[in-house]
C-alpha cells in the first residue's frame, strides 16, 4: 500500500527526489519485513532461537527507523528525522548478522 501510495498519491504532492526517497523507504521495509517472515519461519528449524529473536526485534527496529524516519521525511519535510536513519541501517546489519550467528550456532 504504502509503494502505491507513493506512487500515484504523492506524485503531485513531493518533488522527484522525495519520491525517491519514499520508494527506498517502501523497498528497505518490504525487504525486511520479508526477513521477518523468514525468521518466524525458521524458529523450528532448530537454529538458536535467542539470536532469532534478537534478529527479529532489529529487523523490526529497522525498519521503524530507517523507513520510518524517511516516511516521515518526505511527508513533513522535517529535516531533523534524517540523522536517524542511519540508525535503522545498522538495526538491519545487526539483523542480519544475528541471522546468520544463529544459524552457526544451531541447537543452541
Given at each position: 500500500?504504502?509503494?502505491a501510495f507513493g506512487?500515484?498519491?504523492?506524485r503531485a504532492m513531493v518533488s522527484e527526489r522525495g519520491l525517491e526517497?519514499?520508494?527506498?523507504?517502501?523497498?528497505y521495509q518490504?525487504?525486511?519485513?520479508?526477513?521477518?517472515?523468514?525468521v518466524a519461519l525458521l524458529v523450528g528449524q532448530g537454529l538458536a532461537r535467542r539470536l532469532l529473536g534478537w534478529s527479529?526485534?532489529?529487523f523490526l527496529s529497522g525498519i521503524v527507523l530507517f523507513s520510518g524516519s524517511l516516511y516521515l521525511l518526505?511527508?513533513?519535510?522535517?529535516?531533523?528525522i534524517?540523522?536517524?536513519t542511519p540508525l535503522g541501517g545498522v538495526c538491519f546489519m545487526?539483523?542480519?548478522?544475528?541471522?546468520?550467528?544463529?544459524?552457526l550456532r544451531r541447537n543452541k
Open positions: 500500500m504504502a509503494g506512487a500515484h498519491g504523492l526517497v519514499f520508494q527506498t523507504a517502501v523497498t518490504m525487504y525486511h519485513s520479508i526477513a521477518l517472515v523468514l527479529a526485534v532489529f518526505v511527508l513533513t519535510d522535517i529535516r531533523w534524517g540523522p536517524i545487526v539483523g542480519w548478522a544475528l541471522l546468520i550467528a544463529s544459524g
